[in-house]
């Protein structure tokens, strides 16, 4: 059984409080796991009912913003956790404790995000690109929804000395909306693929072109420098072989055949942060008299018309 409290503490009309769970399991580990999954599930609870207000000036006007619990609170989030574990029969029994006198930390933490805030709205205002505009946006908007909870949490505390972020969510929110509002907002695509393999990068190229249109996608094919989204293109095998052409009584059979067994692997991730959206590897074999090239090309074109509806599916994912 597991039971949740607080400890609540009134000085001078401030409320202060430890934040306290606890757990039971068949070892220490498994009772501090549970403790702390307690302990976590007591502040998003707690914190889900406070909305905290502040006023704000902007050009002589006062306006009140109201900001209440938006992500859950999980472990890797908390900060200043102190156990307390003792046997209980066979079991043990711990307690997972924030008190009051952490709160901190959770003061710097809202100083650290808030002024992350500011740095990334900053940078998508100075940018041209529009992929990396739509990265710093996004960036300072989850910045600013993880102050947001840090702070909940320092008021929880009794913490009387958060800041206010200067950019709110209502900005970063009007700011991307004029982004998509213009013609800025496409996602533009830049196919990578080793200088070797400049046939194949225009194909997949040709071939994206195409995927876009058939599925009415606002698709750009864009250089390295004004790119939002990356396609890199891994020729994960490729063997080569020449078979000689066959004779019999000194009669020409059959032609010299290039044969080729190709794989691409497509991966396709955000330009600015790294993250990958998806992942997509084909496989081919071809035969060509002409040469080992038109093999390969071969190859690859059946890659990508057999391969259609996947990468189609990679490329509808991004909206």
């Known amino acids: ?13 401030i409320l202060f409080c430890d934040i306290i769970g606890r757990g039971i399991g068949e070892t220490e580990v498994l009772a501090k796991k549970s ?73 710097q933490k809202v100083n650290d995000t808030y002024n992350l805030v500011s740095s990334y ?46 950019i709110n969510e209502a900005d970063i929110q009007d700011a991307l909306q004029k982004l998509k509002n213009s013609s800025l907002d496409k996602i533009i695509l830049y196919v990578s693929l080793e200088d070797t393999f400049v046939n194949i990068k225009n194909l997949v190229t040709k071939n994206l072109v195409q995927i876009s249109k ?28 020449e078979i000689p052409a066959f004779y019999y009584n000194k009669k020409k059979l059959s032609d010299k055949i290039f044969k080729t067994s190709l794989s691409l692997t497509f991966i396709l991730k955000d330009s600015f942060s790294g993250s990958i959206y998806d992942t997509v590897t084909l496989d081919s074999s071809s035969k060509s008299f002409a040469s080992s090239n038109d093999s390969l090309n071969i190859a690859t074109n059946r890659i990508l018309r057999d391969g259609k509806d996947k990468l189609s599916i990679m490329l509808q994912n991004l909206y």
């Open 1 to 13: 059984m597991k039971n949740l409290f607080i400890i609540f503490l009134f000085t001078s009309s």
């Open 121 to 166: 709205f900053d940078k998508a205002n100075n940018t041209k690109s529009p992929g990396e505009k739509k990265s710093y946006l996004l960036g300072s908007l989850k910045e600013l929804q993880k102050g947001n909870n840090y702070k909940n949490v320092a008021i929880l505390l009794g913490s009387k000395k958060t800041k206010t972020s200067l």
């Open 35 to 107: 403790a702390l999954d307690e302990l976590s599930q007591q502040i998003e609870v707690n914190v889900d009912s406070i909305f905290y207000s502040e006023e704000t000036k902007s050009n002589d006007d006062y306006n009140k913003n109201s900001t209440g619990i938006i992500n859950l609170y999980s472990n890797n989030f908390l900060l200043g956790v102190e156990y307390k574990i003792e046997k209980v029969g066979k079991n043990y029994s711990a307690l997972a404790i924030i008190s009051n006198d952490k709160s901190f930390l959770y003061e």
């Open 214 to 241: 058939d599925n009415s996608l606002d698709l750009l094919i864009g250089d390295n420098n004004y790119n939002n989204t990356t396609l890199i293109v891994k020729v994960s095998s490729l063997t080569q072989e």
